[in-house]
């Protein structure tokens, strides 16, 4: 039996013996954390911590500032906004006061601070949990509760700068986290519409195809073909036609050749997409990212609110996918996919009362996907991850010292210094040392009598064992 | 139920209480209030009236941090967490509901004031209260004997806020606890060393820390002849001498008269006036270990909300602006046409780690390229100049004192590192 399997039986038959009430109830607890939800332990906390310190470096190097909004939001903030998802919102209980519902995103309530505060320009980073009553599928790192890392530009500006500056922080912080090759693809939403138009998709199923495009990362295109035409009642025609196209990839050069392709230069939405696309690229270009970024007729994504330019990245060295259906995971993008975004110009009018638009562009790094990656890679190396930061331990190697090891210690803090003492009046020197072996303590301060009495500290380099004498009112 | 006249009427009643106020200039909050009240009766309207109204608000006792509001809290973070990390410290953390039954009979009468989540079908949960419980858990579900660690992180309590006092709902704990067997009072000492120290380095004035021991008052009630099952309820009697004068507090002793007002705590569990509270306390962990095993701890609590009160008051009144962002230069053009150059050499700064902006327009101003380094605090502008760029180079020039420097392109990235760390650092 698993572990986790284990865990739930005992959790239910400690749950039969509260049951049972008086003393033999009172002491039993069902030591877990909430279904979907996890602790973070220190080293998971230090991986953590790597992460977004590369991350937010780079959304500050572009500028960004960033906002913190609470976790729960008044139920109706968030009703009609996620359409089927919607019966995945944790609600809170009705304790008559408002109704509130935990934040199942960070976009709406982005959107909302926007048009509460009537702010039409901002650019800006948010980091923070939201809550999904999803299946989890732990093994797969899905939990209920989960880091979100949204990267967004609200604002009216010059076509496509925006569009351009959020695909080259992707491309950034990909490579400054060192997770191996990967390749961003970029499509847009006019020109996915404007293609099943000329294709003669009916409009109404412009969305429902739309989704089954989207499965083309995982699932072969005849088994797409397949979906359109049996289950939502495509004729081969069609789906042959739409198929010619999604199976496209290029730069510059195939959003020039769509916009002479006979059938496509006729649809309007099409034109306007492929010449922004056009002028993305060239912008591209110039920040230098063009080696990673395709143009892929496939790229579909599932949220409804994307109005133009849409993207995801994918790293080349991925978990196998699972046979799972939707597989999308935290970041709204399909397995594999460690970033994903596009532009959004309707979502923050559906919250301003006079229906002001703030067109908005940006991007939700796959943030629990990383740390999965990272953690493996830390559990794989050789190198150890420290959980604290101490470059000396102040340490005796006789009795009788601990006035003095907290003296030099208390000396050590006051200058900076990230320094420990081990709780013990008399510690053996043996302790002493494998408490910095244990936790990569790289140096050791020994006070012992003579040296006291000689007026110096001997400074150990726990893992060479090199020592030196220092001289004491100069230890720093 | 309302009939559709009645709502309209109240709907046109609740319209000029609004007007009224607005004209009034009463506060937002009172504005916002009625405003809400206002948009739920025209909701209630159905159709088309009420499908595009929303109540532009968040829950009660709750707020957004702005960009400004954020930089300061990240600043009054870092200062916290570098005390932290010198004392060898780790860190954890733990979701933001727990399990209702772990939440169950741990906070006495403040338990009314957990939130918790609807049953929808699954466990029964509940936002964690503080993160002190939940340390005892993660103790004791890793089994857990000897850690030093720090928690940071928001916690939930159904209060009446006091917002004017900066009091909510959801509010940020900042914990550090050493939990194990040890020698005695040596953790003890570290704990107050490095509430010393923070206190210290946050530069919020002189302060003093008060200590006493509870052993200490148990003997002392013991002695005056106070009976045993009265020690906690004189205890937190004693405990309002912060705030009340000894007349009253001994009138309460004497006339067991139930406190007329509200604690006064706040949400560090602290008294008015405090910002760190903590203390030893040995019996919790056992409470969770199925073999009731004992784990000892001592800990603080850092007041972090009143600090970043206090912080934001500083900011406001200080002639110094927050800078919201980090940029260190502005790419700008002065003539038209030259989006291209500017976006070149913007990207060659990202690459070489400089914090760089560009305006997203094709052709703008130099003014309003100026202006936008002036309102966010930008302190150098790269402008690109068709005659500079013929030239082969750029001027840099300092917002600030408008001096000039003509850089050459190709050793741009290296000139500008060298002028960042001689002036910025």
Redesign the interface.
Known sequence: MTLSQIDEEVAKLLQLK?QLGGDEGK?????????G??????KQ??I?EKVFNIIISCF???????????????K??LTGKYGEDSKLI??????G??L?S?RYDLTVPFA??L???KITNIK?YHIA?V?R?DNPAMTRGRYR?FYQCDFD?A?Q??AM??D??CL?IVY?ILNELDLGDFHIKVNDRRILDGMFAVCGVPDEKFRTICSTVDKLDKMAWEDVKKEMVNEKGLSEDVADRIGEYVSMQGGQDLAERLLQDPKLSQNKQACAGLTDMKLLFS?LE???VTDKVVFDLSLARGLDYYTGVIYEAILSQTIPAPAEQNGADEAGVSVGSVAGGGRYDGLVG??D?K?RKVPCVGVSIGIERIFSIMEQKAETSSEKVR????QVLVASAQKNL?EER?KLT?EL?NA?????VL???NPKLLSQLQHCEE?GIPLVAILGEQELKDGVVKLRNVASREEVRLISDQNH
């Open positions: 509260a002491h039993v607890f069902v030591l877990k954390t909430a279904k939800t996890r602790d973070y332990n220190p906390m230090a953590r500050k190097r572009h500028g960004a500032e960033t906002i913190d909004t609470p976790v729960f939001e008044l109706e903030t944790y609600d809170l209980k009705d304790q006061g408002e509130l935990l909302r601070y048009a509460m505060n800006r949990k809550y009553r509760e530009i604002g500006y010059d700068i925006p351009a500056e080259k950034e912008y110039l920040f230098q559906m919250f009362p229906g959980t604290t930061e101490t601990l907290l208390s803090w900076g210094v990230k320094a420990e709780y013990k009046k936790t």
